[in-house]
C-alpha cells in the first residue's frame, strides 16, 4: 500500500475535511496529531499530509464522503407510491418527492407500492449499487399490523424458519409489539434478506396475512419521527455509518 504522506498531490488533508463538514481546520488539525485518522487504511499524522479525490478516509473508524455533491437523503415513502422515479403506468412515483431535492437521485433497493416507511435516496451511484445487490443483505427491520393473534410460538417460528417456494427463510429477530387487539397483532421483524414480498410471505406462511406494513430500518438508518411523504437529509453521523457499511464490503 502507498503510503498516503508521501504523496505530493492532492489538497491538504485538513482542508479537505473541513470542506467536508467535519470539522474546522483547527480541530481536523488535532484529530490528525492523535491519529484518529485513515487515508486508504493508514493512519496519517503528519499536518503536512496531501490526499488525492478518492482516497478513502475515516475519522474514528466512520467513513467520509469527500465529494461534496454527493446527496444522501431519506423518505417516508407512503402507500400507494411505487418505488420508480417515472412509472410507465401513471401511478405515484418518487418524482412527487425527490422533485424539490434540486437533484438526480434514486432510491436504493426498493419498497412495494402497498408498504410504506424508510427508502434512502441519494445520486452516489456505487453506493446503491453495493447496498441494493442481493449478495450483500442489508439488515432491515419491519412493523407488521397482521390479521390474528400472534403467540409466542409463531414468533419462535419465524426466528427457526421454514422453507419458501424459493428457499428456506428466517426472521434475525421477531417479537410481539403489544398485545393482539380487535383481531389483529403488531410484530416486528429484522432481517437480510432482499427477496421479493418476503415479509409478507413469511408472514402468510405462519397464518397471519399483513394488513399494514412499514419498514422502520434500513441498515443503520432509522425512520424515527420522519412524517409520511416527508424527505430530509441524512445527518453527518447518519451518512457516515451508512458509508461505512457500504465500504465494508468493497
Same mark, same amino acid.
Given at each position: 500500500?502507498?503510503?498516503?504522506?508521501?504523496?505530493?498531490?492532492?489538497?491538504?488533508?485538513?482542508?479537505?475535511?473541513?470542506?467536508?463538514? $467535519?470539522?474546522?481546520?483547527? $480541530?481536523?488539525?488535532?484529530?490528525?496529531?492523535?491519529? *484518529?485518522?485513515?487515508?486508504?487504511?493508514?493512519?496519517?499524522? =503528519?499536518?503536512?499530509?496531501?490526499?488525492?479525490?478518492?482516497?478513502?478516509? &475515516? /475519522?474514528?473508524?466512520?467513513?467520509?464522503?469527500?465529494?461534496?455533491? !454527493?446527496?444522501?437523503?431519506?423518505?417516508? !415513502?407512503?402507500?400507494?407510491?411505487?418505488?420508480?422515479?417515472?412509472?410507465?403506468?401513471? +401511478? +405515484?412515483?418518487? *418524482?412527487?418527492?425527490?422533485? =424539490?431535492?434540486?437533484?438526480?437521485?434514486?432510491? /436504493?433497493? *426498493?419498497?412495494?407500492?402497498?408498504?410504506? @416507511?424508510?427508502?434512502?435516496?441519494?445520486?452516489?451511484?456505487?453506493?446503491?449499487?453495493?447496498?441494493?445487490?442481493?449478495?450483500?443483505?442489508? =439488515?432491515?427491520?419491519? /412493523?407488521? !399490523?397482521?390479521?390474528?393473534?400472534?403467540?409466542?410460538? /409463531?414468533?419462535?417460528?419465524?426466528?427457526?424458519?421454514?422453507?419458501?417456494?424459493?428457499?428456506?427463510?428466517?426472521?434475525?429477530?421477531?417479537?410481539?409489539?403489544?398485545?393482539?387487539?380487535? @383481531?389483529?397483532?403488531?410484530?416486528?421483524?429484522?432481517?437480510?434478506?432482499?427477496?421479493?414480498?418476503?415479509?409478507?410471505?413469511?408472514?402468510?406462511?405462519?397464518?397471519?396475512?399483513?394488513?399494514?406494513?412499514? +419498514?422502520?430500518?434500513?441498515?443503520?438508518?432509522?425512520?424515527?419521527?420522519?412524517?409520511?411523504?416527508?424527505?430530509? =437529509?441524512? &445527518?453527518?453521523?447518519?451518512?457516515?455509518?451508512?458509508?461505512?457499511?457500504?465500504?465494508?464490503?468493497?
Amino acid at each position: 500500500m502507498t503510503d498516503p504522506t508521501t504523496q505530493p498531490e492532492g489538497e491538504r488533508l485538513q482542508k479537505v475535511l473541513a470542506a467536508a463538514g $467535519v470539522a474546522s481546520r483547527r $480541530v481536523v488539525e488535532d484529530m490528525i496529531v492523535a491519529g *484518529r485518522i485513515e487515508v486508504d487504511g493508514s493512519v496519517v499524522t =503528519e499536518l503536512g499530509t496531501r490526499i488525492r479525490p478518492d482516497a478513502r478516509v &475515516t /475519522v474514528d473508524g466512520t467513513a467520509v464522503q469527500l465529494d461534496v455533491t !454527493k446527496r444522501y437523503l431519506m423518505l417516508n !415513502k407512503p402507500t400507494g407510491v411505487v418505488s420508480t422515479m417515472r412509472d410507465e403506468q401513471g +401511478r +405515484r412515483d418518487l *418524482r412527487e418527492f425527490t422533485d =424539490e431535492v434540486g437533484e438526480r437521485v434514486y432510491n /436504493v433497493g *426498493r419498497l412495494d407500492a402497498d408498504t410504506s @416507511g424508510l427508502l434512502l435516496l441519494t445520486n452516489d451511484g456505487e453506493l446503491a449499487h453495493v447496498l441494493a445487490h442481493p449478495s450483500f443483505g442489508v =439488515e432491515k427491520t419491519y /412493523v407488521a !399490523k397482521v390479521r390474528g393473534a400472534v403467540d409466542q410460538r /409463531v414468533i419462535r417460528r419465524l426466528l427457526d424458519g421454514f422453507e419458501l417456494d424459493d428457499g428456506e427463510i428466517h426472521a434475525d429477530a421477531a417479537r410481539l409489539v403489544g398485545r393482539p387487539s380487535q @383481531g389483529h397483532s403488531m410484530v416486528e421483524l429484522t432481517l437480510h434478506s432482499g427477496r421479493n414480498r418476503i415479509v409478507r410471505r413469511m408472514l402468510d406462511h405462519v397464518g397471519h396475512p399483513v394488513v399494514e406494513l412499514v +419498514r422502520r430500518s434500513f441498515g443503520p438508518l432509522h425512520l424515527g419521527t420522519l412524517r409520511s411523504g416527508r424527505v430530509r =437529509e441524512l &445527518t453527518s453521523m447518519e451518512r457516515g455509518a451508512i458509508l461505512t457499511l457500504a465500504r465494508s464490503e468493497r
